[in-house]
């Protein structure tokens, strides 16, 4: 008879999973453990419950633990973070497939084939000048107005700091960006 680390309760050995660092709880609590922190998409917490410890649960442990759905839920955002991670991953415009970047800042879509620049996001441009979005916004901007928005994207932009403006009210004011440059 053992006593969980987390829940107290004492059940038999069976009942109980033994993690590399040796230390060892029941499977329910566990199970619960596991499921949060995949539900939640907080997998770097995936580790040893007990106190100070930060070794990880193994994945076949989480392969028994977890549902076929919720296994698959977590193989794809260990997929998700582990690309972000990658500096020369690009992800296709059209349909949103990871791509690598080659040296010169052009990548090629396997699931759709579109080979584009990894600056600009448009068609491959051999030979010319990439237009990048801070070009882009400095042709788009007319007046003395700081907040812009692109026909061809839909996207609402702060010439200022040449970034996505997604709620005016919170880019714009004492604590961010000056929509009118003049005032």
Partial sequence: MHECGIC??????????????Q??????????FAQMHVKEGTLGNLQCPGSKCAVMIPPALLKRLLDDKEYERRESLTLEKTLESMSDVAYCPRCETPC????????????????FCTLCWERRHVAMQCMTLEMKLQILQVGNINHMFCWACQCH??????QIVRRSSQHYGPKGCKQHPDD
């Fill in 8 to 21: 107290f309760n004492v059940y038999a050995g069976t009942e109980f999973a033994q993690l590399p660092c």
């Fill in 23 to 32: 230390h060892f709880f029941c499977l329910k609590c566990l199970q619960t």
């Fill in 157 to 162: 932009y702060c010439y200022s700091c040449k």
């Fill in 100 to 115: 690598i970047e080659d040296e010169v800042q052009y990548a090629q879509c396997s699931k759709c084939f579109f080979s």
